[in-house]
C-alpha cells in the first residue's frame, strides 16, 4: 500500500494537513535538535530500543533503516517526507508520550477524545496551545501533575470517561 493510500485510509479528515506538516524537516545522520527527539521518540513507540538523545546517532540511523526496509521504503536513513508520514500515521495512540509541538494521529485521537471530554478544541493532529489548554485543565480537574504532557495514565483516563 503507498504512503498516499495509507493516508488517505486512516486519516482522510486531516490528510492535507499532516501531508504538509510530516514534509517539513529533513533528517539525515549526525543532525541534532527537537525534530531528531521527536524522530527518537516515534522510534521508540514502534518498539525501537534507543535512547532519546537528540543526536541522531548510530544507534537511530540502524534504527530507521530499519523501519525504512520494513516499510519498503529507499533504504538511506534519510528521513524525508514518506518516512515522517509512515512515523507519524502509524504510532498507535498511547504509545509516547505526547507533548506540544508534537503531530501525528496520535495527537488527532488525543484531540478527538477531549473533545468527547467536553473539550471544545481543534481536531488537526497538530500539539499546539488550544491542545496544551486542553490537556492542562483536564489534569487539573482530575487532579494529575499538571504537566501538559499525555502520558498512559491519562490515555486511559480520558478513555474510560468517554465511553
Known amino acids: 500500500m503507498s504512503i498516499h493510500n495509507l493516508i ?16 517539513g524537516t529533513i533528517l539525515r545522520p549526525w543532525d541534532v535538535g527537537d525534530d ?30 530499519i523501519f525504512q526496509r520494513r516499510h519498503g521504503f529507499r533504504v538511506d536513513a534519510v528521513i524525508g517526507p514518506k518516512t515522517w ?5 502509524g504510532v498507535k495512540p498511547g504509545s509516547r508520550v505526547l507533548r506540544k509541538g508534537l503531530s ?3 495527537v488527532y485521537e488525543l484531540q478527538g477524545l477531549l473533545n ?5 478544541i481543534e481536531r488537526d493532529g497538530f500539539f499546539e496551545e488550544q491542545t496544551y489548554q486542553a490537556v492542562m485543565e483536564f489534569q487539573h480537574q482530575h487532579k494529575l ?14 478513555q ?4
Open 145 to 158: 501533575r499538571d504537566t501538559g504532557m499525555v502520558d498512559r495514565v491519562m490515555w486511559a483516563m480520558l
Open 104 to 106: 501525528g494521529f496520535d
Open 85 to 89: 508520514a509512515a512515523l507519524k500515521l
Open 36 to 65: 531528531v527527539i521527536e524522530l527518537q521518540e516515534l522510534l521508540k513507540a514502534f518498539g525501537f530500543k534507543l535512547v532519546v538523545t537528540g543526536a541522531y546517532d548510530s544507534r537511530t540511523e540502524d534504527c530507521v533503516m
Open 8 to 23: 488517505h485510509s486512516r486519516l482522510n479528515p486531516i490528510y492535507a494537513t499532516l501531508d504538509t506538516a510530516t514534509t
Open 160 to 163: 474510560n470517561r468517554g465511553h
Open 116 to 120: 468527547i471530554n467536553g473539550y471544545a
